[in-house]
């Protein structure tokens, strides 16, 4: 039985890891480790940096063969400030690490400036929506999306990518 660990305990990341290994025969397990980014990436780089941290740190504090890293972030253009979300599977046997990005879509300028002054992107869509939690059920994504994409959603999309490209390069078929 393939052992994978997901570097979060976020319900919309680790549901987006079992969409993507269904029908499988898997154990999955979540731990809350370190991205060793800021709490709010803020760049498509430190936002892949956070997402192969996760992976590579679940395996290290695991006996899985797979660590899954998946991180949100937001990115500056001249556009405006745009949602970014990333993810890494590390694979203990290889050195290999397979990344994948998702969905874009640019933030309100009341959420982006208070993001430009400091703020993390849950506290001010929590505030934003008057609701709690939004990071672990649609995220930004999903409000701004009238839920049409919801966070599980785009990292599910990321997940398929990344399962592919592991199937690929390690020859399974489907």
């Known amino acids: 039985m393939l052992r994978i660990v997901v570097g979060s305990h976020n319900p919309a990341k680790v549901?987006?890891?079992?969409?993507?290994?269904?029908?499988?025969?898997?154990?999955?397990?979540?731990?809350?480790?370190?991205?060793?980014?800021?709490?709010?990436p803020f760049s498509d780089d430190e936002t892949i940096e956070g997402a192969v941290n996760r992976s590579r740190n679940g395996l290290s504090e695991s006996d899985a063969q797979i660590g899954?890293?998946?991180?949100?972030?937001?990115?500056?253009?001249?556009?405006?400030?745009?949602?970014?979300?990333?993810?890494?599977?590390?694979?203990?046997?290889?050195?290999?690490?397979?990344?994948?990005?998702?969905?874009?879509?640019?933030?309100?300028?009341?959420?982006?400036?208070?993001?430009?002054?400091?703020?993390?992107?849950?506290?001010?869509?929590?505030?934003?929506?008057?609701?709690?939690?939004?990071?672990?059920?649609?995220?930004?994504i999903g409000v701004f999306t009238n839920e049409r994409i919801t966070r599980e959603d785009m990292f599910s999309h990321i997940m398929s990518m990344l399962v592919g490209q592991y199937e690929y390069k390690f020859g399974q078929q489907r």
Request: a negative charge; aromatic letters at 6%.
């Open 68 to 140: 899954i890293g998946l991180e949100g972030g937001v990115v500056e253009t001249k556009h405006g400030l745009f949602l970014c979300n990333w993810g890494a599977l590390a694979v203990r046997e290889s050195s290999d690490v397979f990344i994948a990005g998702g969905a874009r879509i640019l933030l309100p300028d009341v959420v982006a400036k208070r993001l430009l002054a400091g703020e993390e992107l849950g506290p001010v869509m929590d505030d934003f929506t008057n609701r709690a939690g939004i990071r672990k059920k649609e995220g930004a």
């Open 15 to 40: 549901q987006a890891v079992k969409n993507a290994f269904s029908g499988e025969l898997v154990e999955i397990l979540s731990l809350n480790v370190l991205s060793g980014v800021q709490e709010q």
